[in-house]
């Protein structure tokens, strides 16, 4: 199965934003095409994939939103990721915004739609660049009826 393949079968979309969004704050996404994922070389995950917090956002209704940082197998170096955890339910969404500008605009990599009530969801993961402070994510997240939330501030 292609990452193209994986990413769908996962319910991905990805868009695109120039402006972000700060302490609960939310901006609509600009849709774009399922590529930009693929395109800037994010990797599929397992949706239940851990790894060492980053930072945390609580999302409400005992759910909550983590940026991870964790090796991938099949790739070199470590990749940040997003995860959706807690007392999840079917529906609620789960992404990762990455920037090379410090946050000065970004690529937002989901979408992922968790698929039952009480199971966790990954975004896809994105090569961290320890080397350049530029080079920064947040994890973001939905719950059903709630608002879109990241973490703040970039890491």
């Not at 940082?69 to 079917?90: L, P, Q, Y």
């Not at 989901?110 to 009530?117: A, H, I, R």
Request: aromatic content about 8%; charged content about 15%.
């Amino acid at each position: 199965m292609s990452s193209i393949d994986r990413i769908l079968s996962r319910t991905a979309a990805a868009g695109i934003i120039t402006a972000g969004m700060l302490g609960g704050i939310a901006v609509a996404p600009a849709q774009a095409t399922i590529q930009d994922c693929t395109t800037y070389n994010f990797v599929s995950i397992p949706y239940n994939k851990s790894g060492t917090q980053k930072d945390t956002v609580d999302l409400g209704g005992e759910r909550k939103v983590q940026l991870l940082v964790s090796t991938v197998s099949g790739a070199s170096g470590d990749h940040g990721f997003a995860k959706i955890s807690g007392k999840t339910k079917r529906g609620d969404l789960v992404w990762m915004d990455w920037s090379t500008t410090g946050g000065n605009g970004h690529i937002q990599c989901g979408p992922f739609t968790v698929q039952g009530d009480g199971l966790p969801n990954t975004s896809a993961a994105k090569k961290v660049n320890y080397s350049d402070s530029r080079y920064v994510f947040r994890a973001c997240g939905r719950i059903v009826g709630g608002e879109t939330k990241c973490t703040s501030p970039w890491w």
